[in-house]
């Protein structure tokens, strides 16, 4: 009698609710680690395809000599080259001459900054500037800058100041333009809603047109880092005693052509880091670009 009153054993069975959750987190861990593995994937990708491409260049460098593909002589395999360049290091020289180099180039670069970003703001944003410039600009601007190296060393000399002056010549071009473009290009509906919003001049400037025209004025300062590496070199192999330009000529004329090439390649090293440390001011400046 007493078994048949007592209560019957209840089987709980899981709740619905319960196991939706853990299924969703589950899921949702699956695809946090999915996408994860495939950004370390993508990002190992994007990292490894010019490493790759670099190999197989300086590969073909190595082995073309020592194949007998070139006269080795000419071409030495990039490893004799690689010698060459810590040899260099390691006695100085290559410090000597990199400081040269970049000390002239550095310095007209800036003094090219400080002259072409102001004139190009000023070009661009009044127009009776830009009518009376702009025949003048246009003049220069189709004058190769190494046709007038000569001018340059007949005024100031075979000294530091036509090297730099040549620079400044062959930077402020590519920024002077940029500039102006960059400026002009900014969407007339933001200067208008600054403009409603009670921006003075100064405000308009600093809050709309610049932060717009940020990304085409730093192209234009790339071009122009890049410019003074080149016009730099090419006025170090006709006068100079101390830079890159000279090692590379001298290093030809001496018949050292492993130092030939290590000049060049450290040419290459210096332009890409800064051009690299542009890209980062860049990048830094226009923050407010969505990423690309």
Known sequence: ????????????APEPKLEQHIETVARKSANQAGAAARYVRSTAWRVAKPSIAIAVLLGIWELAPRLGLVDKVFLPPFSEVVSAFFALAANGQLQEHVTASLTRALTGFFVAVAIAVPLGIAIAWYRPVSDFLNPILELFRNTAALALLPVFVLILGIGEESKIALVIYACTFPILLNTISGVRSVEPLLVKSAVSLGFSPIRLFQKVVLPAAVPTIFTGIRMSAASSILVLIAA?????????GYLITASQL??????????????????????????????RLSRWRPAT
Do not use: H
């Open 1 to 12: 009698m007493s078994s048949a009153l007592a209560t019957p054993e209840l089987v709980t």
């Open 254 to 283: 001496n018949f050292q052509i492993p130092n030939m090439y290590a000049g060049i390649v450290a040419i290459s090293l210096l332009g890409l880091t800064i051009n690299g440390v542009l890209v980062l001011i860049e990048r």
């Open 236 to 244: 170090e192999m006709v006068g100079a005693k101390a830079g890159l």
